[in-house]
């Protein structure tokens, strides 16, 4: 795989496929801007060599035609700030005036294209429709990390109309950081998996059983398993053909010697809302018309104990319905535990997902952990051991 750094983009116009799937609130303002700061040092590697940079993205998910409030015209103002540089924009992510504007370009300029996604060719993988994008760039520079599951037209088809493919920055350093972790941990090594489905998170955690040496589950997931264990959950989020699988996984877990925590107490409401009436009731025993929204205290203090004696953390999934703050202080006091563990400990802490990363940016604590992926999926199904498509096309 060729790195940024071993190349020149002296009088090059490179062709970016970066993840600006960010998300926006209903002004339109990016309230996430995590992955658009993630791909500065890239493009300003670029610039500083005397390049030009086309940046292509999608946001959200169009139904196959432009929408306005999917168009990354929004984001043009904030990223020309990010770079102190005046981004140019094109309306149409191909077409003529889209290939004018590229070949326009000067040294030193960027030029943001329209949502990809505008066309429905883009998530098909056409052909064509790769071939009108390649022409945009001498070279392609694949950064879109969060994107690379998707064997897409800018994302993977497209690597076959260029002689010159360079994997970014965002991409090498998530690539390297997810195998330090899979391959090199320092011992010992404590998954925290989160998030409401066991589903979701079922290939990860079996493939984590022959890496870790703990394993804690908290989040929606963990009523799943309560109730396997045959307590009352309630109304609590339940998966309840995954039971079976929720128990096999707790035995596989002790053939390989891996320690499992799951939460003793928890923080019900009577209803999904941050001003619920709340109580702290022992875990298998939430009344019916009750739901489990968050870890309990005890549940914190035993996680806690167990980051701190960890040198590897991987965190994937919230610990509760952090999405209300009444809710969040689980999840908090686990960023906490697994910032502390970091900068105390020197332990290598790796935050993957869309969820535990939002939750860890938004506690102010994005800096203060060893790397926040900026994949969701992406990441699971790297880590699983599936090939991306967006990875296998830069090779
Ligand atoms: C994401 O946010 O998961 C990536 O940008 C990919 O988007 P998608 O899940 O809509 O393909
Ligand atoms: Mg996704």
Known sequence: MKTLDAYNFSGKRALIRVDFNVPLNNKFEITDDTRMKATLPTINKILKDGGSCVLMSHLGR????????????????????????AVKFA????????????????PGEVLLLENLRFYKEEEKGDVGFAEKLSKLGDVWVNDAFGTAHR???????????????????????????????????????????????????????????????????????????????????????????????????????????????????????????????RQVVPTGEIPDSWEGLDIGPETVKQFSEVVAQSRTILWNGPMGVFEFPNFAIGTNAIADAVVKATEENDAFSLIGGGDSASAVNNAGYGDRVSYVSTGGGALLEYMEGKTLPGVAALD
């Open 62 to 85: 169009p139904k196959g035609g432009p929408e306005d409030k999917y168009s990354l015209k929004h984001l043009v103002g904030p990223l020309s700030i990010m770079l102190g540089v």
């Open 91 to 106: 309306d149409d992510c191909i077409g003529e005036s889209a290939q004018a504007q590229a070949d326009a370009l000067k």
């Open 151 to 277: 064997a897409h037209a800018s994302t993977a088809v497209i690597a076959q109309f260029f002689t010159d493919k360079v994997c970014g920055y965002v991409m090498q350093a998530e690539l390297d950081n997810a195998q330090r972790v899979l391959e090199n941990a320092d011992r010992p090594f404590t998954a925290i998996m989160g998030g409401a489905k066991i589903s979701d998170k079922i290939l990860i955690i079996e493939k984590l059983l022959d890496k870790v040496d703990n394993l804690i589950i908290g989040g929606g997931m963990a009523y799943t398993f309560a109730k396997a264990k045959g307590g009352n959950i309630g109304k609590s989020l339940l998966e309840a053909d995954k039971q079976a699988l929720a128990l096999e996984l707790l035995e596989k877990a002790k053939t390989k010697g891996v320690q499992v925590y799951l939460p003793v107490d928890n923080v019900i409401a009577d209803d999904f809302a941050n001003e619920a009436n």
